[in-house]
């Protein structure tokens, strides 16, 4: 059998752990430079409010609800994130993080337990221990425990948890679920399948394999055999590495400075080469790209990118940063007003397998790696960026927009809640 553990309205969730007042009052979380709602709780989705709905657009709603409006708190949700993760693996050796609210678990030789009751203690200890409210849905296939899950929520199941394991169950759930609303259904397929007469899950499921197959691809032979039960989907405990990094964000403001350019550049690069130590790999290939905001049409427009090799692979900070600075230099014009810079590292491998040229200079050196190791190490212990390059500047005032920032109650000392 496989779980899905899912904190309901995850975001919103975390932010009313540290402030009880939000109890049953409308919530919402922003993307980043607080533009659009990412995040809503119960009470702003019966509003009628949409995911994605810009702030702008929904002031007047806000002020006649007295809506709460946070910004992202990537730290906070990080952070609780890994405790839900750490519980969650008490209850099984096998899981699989799917995302940042959500964990699949397989139940692997438990035969002899009944799972429904172990899940629901599992649930009850998140709640006593982190506040957050779970659903879970168990089922014999990835997709099926994402039906179960789906319903776990929306019929506000007792306990939390839905098993799906009987064959009469799992049709009753399907027949009334919309197809468009499956996993890995999106729009687009939905359109195509209703064409075809196919409405429901359960019609999916009962359709011929072999033409769907034919019609569409093994990836929808495989979502029929899931709904049928047949688990085919792989349980990846262990992700591969990723095969590139990006890291990118919009400015705050538009702007044509250099150096504030070069400032968000150089902070994209090391929060990149952070991500590459930390899964043991090296980079050889860089590439920088600036661009003005396309939904401005009475600005100057310009977009462009570049590509720097390394004379060999590197996970030292220090070599990127010099090569970003002569990148930026090459593509930066001014007169224009940037809204966005960023950077990607590509043609990774693996550290161990990293091989040195005979005829060029071994760019990593003990010494770098080890600088390296101690950077990372009191940054982890003292709080992101505590240590860091010049090149980054220090005021950030290119950094998005975050003036509703709730404070890191889980990572810092001196965020945390007074008792009185």
Known sequence: ?????????????????????????????????????????????????????????????????????FSSNYVLYGDMSQRVADI??????QTEIYSIDELFIKFQGFEHINLTRHCQKMVKQIHQWLGLP????????????????????????????????????????????PVNELWGIGRRLSEQLRHMGIHTALELRNADIKTMRKRFSVVMERTILELR????????????????????????????????????????????????RQQESVAQCLTVFIK???????????????????????????????????????????GYLYKKAGIMLTNLSDKGALQTDLFSPDINSPKNSQLMHTLDD????????????????????????????SKAFTTRWDNLLNIR
Not at 48 to 61: R, S
Not at 88 to 93: A, I, L, R
Not at 381 to 403: H, V
């Open 292 to 334: 003005t905001n396309r939904f401005c049409p009475n600005d100057r427009q310009y977009s462009n990118s570049i590509t720097i090799q390394l004379p060999q692979a590197s996970d030292f900070t220090g070599h990127f940063l010099t090569a970003a600075s002569h990148a930026l230099k090459k593509i930066y014009k001014p």
């Open 134 to 177: 779970v659903c879970v849905g168990l089922a014999p296939s990835k997709t099926l425990a994402k039906v179960a899950n789906h319903y776990a929520k929306k019929l506000n199941i007792d306990g939390r948890v839905l098993n799906l394991s009987h064959e009469y169950y799992i049709k009753q759930a399907l027949e009334h679920l």
């Open 88 to 93: 969650v693996e008490q209850y099984s050796d």
């Open 1 to 69: 059998m496989i779980a899905l553990c899912d904190v309901n309205n995850f975001y919103v969730s975390c932010e009313r752990v540290f402030n009880p007042a939000l109890e049953n009052r409308p919530v919402i979380v922003l993307s980043n430079n607080d533009g659009c709602a990412v995040a809503r709780s119960n009470e702003v989705k019966n509003l009628g409010v949409k995911m994605g709905a810009p702030l702008h657009q929904i002031q007047d709603l806000v002020k006649q609800h007295n809506i709460a409006v």
């Open 378 to 405: 009191i940054n982890e212990r003292f709080g992101k960026g505590k240590l860091r390059s010049a090149r980054e500047g220090f005021t950030q005032q290119w950094a998005m927009k975050s003036e509703r920032k």
């Open 229 to 276: 039960g047949v688990s085919c989907i792989d349980f990846d405990a262990d992700p591969d590495k990723k095969k590139q990094l990006i890291c990118t964000r919009s400015f705050a403001n538009k702007s044509s400075d250099f150096e504030l350019i070069k400032q968000a550049v150089a902070y994209h690069v090391t929060r990149a080469c952070v991500s590459l």
